[in-house]
């Protein structure tokens, strides 16, 4: 059955009428899910259950973000507590081997625990490259401040959630780590000279451009397109992320009702569908808004049909774990740094 370029929320714990007849007469390419539809691990793989069933596909992509530290959509008392990504650039820097086995553990065991719900999507590793004086929204979800150690812990991070069959989505395409706003407010504008975002924000993207998904900045690069931020800019999404970068993956956008857009939801969705973004994402379980992106974005064929098919394709079943083995390794090696 044919699908719409769009992955959507839901409002709640469970389904909706409303939104049972919405997600089988629309047809949304996958789900995101929320804290606001999290409460114990048996409601979460029924809901997640649900809605492949409503849909009408059983491999339907469920995604989530669970990046560690401040951004965990599964946490306590069910769930454990795992480190931000500045903890793996800590001991990264004591012992580069040990920064990446705790950061691919950490992510083999996110994986285990989003497997177990049905859940085969994680809006993780990030690339973003942060500044002094940047915004928080990142802060210490950043791996680091050098390219080539961001990509590496970004890379090891990606071994784990494969290892565990859960894909990445990389983000935030081309870099959302110079931003001195918080995107989700407004819109932040970066007047880095290209030359410098080369070497530095696109850099760490680069090594990461075979991950079978990415996910858009909602972010402005005045060098190369004063107008427009990167997700509704197609100059961006053909020179830089196509391009100079080289990311041949499903592009979905970042959640398209963050209010660093401009214009309606109908307005935003047109705009990200022209400027190249494969996927539309939105986020907040808001069934108006759910209906305007659905009856803006296309069928989903032709390249981004291939994209995504790829994407899915590339998932591999679970490799075995020990849990309370790699916990308890991860946690030694946090202990180095003092953050278990």
Avoid at 86 to 112: E, N, V
């Amino acid at each position: 059955m044919s699908s719409r370029a769009f992955i959507t929320g839901v409002s709640g714990l469970e389904l909706s009428a409303a939104e049972r007849e919405f997600i089988r007469g629309e047809r949304p390419w996958g789900f995101i899910l929320f804290k606001r539809n999290v409460e114990t691990p048996d409601q979460v793989s029924a809901l997640v259950e649900e809605l492949r069933t409503c849909l009408g596909e059983a491999d339907a992509p469920v995604l989530i973000d669970q990046e560690g530290g401040r951004v965990a959509r599964l946490g306590p008392p069910h769930w454990p507590v795992y480190p931000p990504g500045a903890a793996f650039g800590a001991l990264y820097d004591l012992d580069p081997a040990l920064g990446l086995q705790a950061a691919r553990l950490s992510s083999r065991l996110i994986a285990a625990d989003l497997i177990d719900l049905g859940i085969t999507v994680d809006c993780l590793p990030l690339a973003d490259v942060p500044v002094a004086g940047a915004n928080a929204v990142i802060g210490n979800r950043a791996y680091g401040t050098e390219p080539a150690k961001v990509a590496a812990i970004a890379r090891a991070v990606t071994g784990g959630l494969e290892q565990g069959g859960v894909l990445p989505v990389l983000k935030h395409i081309p870099g959302h780590g110079r931003a001195t706003a918080d995107s989700h407010f407004r819109l932040p504008t970066i007047d880095t000279p290209r030359e410098e975002l080369e070497r530095t924000d696109f850099a760490a993207f680069r090594p990461l451009a075979d991950l079978p998904m990415a996910m858009t900045a909602h972010v402005v690069f005045s060098a190369l397109d004063p107008a427009q931020p990167a997700t509704t800019s197609a100059t961006i999404i053909r020179q830089v992320i196509r391009g100079q970068i080289g990311f041949q993956g499903l592009l979905m956008s970042d959640d398209v009702s963050m209010n660093a857009l401009a214009g309606s939801i109908a307005e935003r969705t047109r705009a990200i569908v022209n400027a190249g973004c494969d996927m539309v994402l939105h986020c907040n379980g808001k069934l108006d808004e759910m209906r305007d992106v659905a009856r803006e974005t296309p069928e989903l064929t032709g390249e981004a049909l291939q994209r995504a098919s790829r994407a899915l394709a590339s998932r591999k079943p679970p490799e075995p774990l020990d849990r309370p083995a790699a916990r308890a390794e991860l946690d030694a090696l946090l202990d180095r740094i003092g953050t278990a």
